[in-house]
């Protein structure tokens, strides 16, 4: 069975720093992109980043990029998210989705919270 | 504001046919596939439509998308009270580079 689970999420203060896992499980992980996407409370799904199967591109949000980085582990089937200078606006769920290639999502993890707040 | 725009809202009775639109732009779903996800209450999304009109295994024959142009549609025929949940369109955007999301539709089943 395929399974994203990410964890990581909690409560950091504002200016602080976050760094989100997800480890795949139950497919070729080395084979797919890999994309994370957040969901404040209340809100719509906005894509957040993108890793090719290799860690050789990514592509990230216009208002993330520079904070936000998203990195790979295949030897660990292993997908990270760094957060830096973290907002209250940055609070959402944090989904791990698989893609076939850069331009989609397919398959989305069960999410983790993180808070963003003093 | 999304750069793909959906209806906020959508609403019919069971049995019914009901169709959610997504309007975008020619770098966005003017180029590329679009993509429907479904989000039952309090769970993670899940992969409806993928390539514009195809179903992955499991999703029943009852839901459909197609696109023209710079617009695709997402069609649920047969309204179960399981359906009700929030809908949201996605697509590549060549010039940002990066997947846009529209803003959900929240379908209720009357």
């Known amino acids: 069975e395929v399974q994203l689970a990410e964890s990581g999420g909690g409560l950091v203060q504002p200016g602080g720093s976050l760094r989100l896992s997800c480890v795949a499980s139950?497919?070729?992980?080395?084979?797919?992109?890999m994309n994370w996407v957040r969901q404040a409370p209340g809100r719509g799904l906005e894509w957040v980043a993108n890793?090719?199967?290799?860690?050789?591109?990514?592509y990230y949000a216009g208002s993330l990029k520079g904070r936000f980085t998203i990195s790979r582990d295949n030897t660990k089937n292993s997908v990270y998210l760094q957060m830096n200078s973290l907002r209250a606006d940055d609070t959402a769920v944090y989904y791990c989705?698989?893609?076939?290639?850069?331009?989609?999502?397919?398959?989305w993890g069960q999410g983790t919270l993180v808070t963003v707040s003093s | 504001q999304s750069v793909l725009t959906q209806p906020p809202s959508a609403s019919g009775p069971p049995g019914q046919r009901v169709t959610i639109s997504c309007s975008g732009s020619?770098?966005?779903?003017?180029?590329?596939?679009v993509y429907w996800h479904q989000q039952l209450p309090g769970t993670a999304p899940k992969l409806l439509i993928y390539?514009?009109?195809q179903r992955p295994s499991g999703v029943p024959d009852r839901f459909s998308g197609s696109k023209s142009g710079t617009s695709a549609s997402l069609a649920i025929s047969g309204l179960q009270s399981e359906d009700e949940a929030d809908y949201y369109c996605?697509?590549?955007?060549?010039?940002?580079?990066?997947?846009?999301f529209g803003g959900g539709t929240k379908l209720t089943v009357l």
């Open positions: 989705a698989r893609g076939d290639d850069y331009q989609d999502v397919g398959i």
């Open positions: 390539w514009n009109n």
């Open positions: 139950g497919f070729a992980f080395s084979n797919y992109y």
């Open positions: 890793i090719k199967q290799d860690g050789s591109e990514e």
């Open positions: 020619r770098s966005n779903i003017g180029s590329n596939y």
């Open positions: 996605a697509s590549w955007d060549d010039s940002l580079r990066a997947l846009v």
